[in-house]
């Protein structure tokens, strides 16, 4: 399976009210130091897709996005998935996804 392949059913199978980080997703598909990778299938995947790109932040809950590039949408849709999110980010200890054997790749 393919790095883009693996990234794809992983974000998927993040669960509403859970966020994963770049780098959890990246060393979970199988290539540890890969977030730019995640960035990058995310920035050009998630419409065709359809993956939920706003559960994915970064390692310390910072939403990475820029105003006007994406930020105030991924704040909202955290928000209304029921994740307290701001523009500092979210609470990792409380909000991360930690997966037993509900999903797969």
């Not at 399976?1 to 997703?25: D, E, H, N, W």
């Not at 105003?67 to 105030?72: A, K, Q, S, V």
């Amino acid at each position: 399976m393919s790095f883009s392949t693996a990234v794809i059913g992983l974000v998927r199978s993040i669960p509403t009210g859970k966020v994963a980080s770049y780098g959890q997703i990246a060393a979970m598909a199988g290539k540890p130091g890969g977030a730019r990778g995640v960035v990058w299938i995310l920035r050009s995947s998630s419409s065709k897709h359809d993956l939920p790109w706003h559960r994915v932040v970064s390692i310390d809950g910072r939403i990475a996005l820029k105003p006007g590039e994406g930020r105030e949408e991924q704040i909202s849709r955290l928000i209304a998935e029921g994740v307290p999110a701001h523009e500092g980010g979210v609470d990792m200890l409380r909000y991360r996804w930690n997966p037993g054997d509900e999903y797969s790749i």
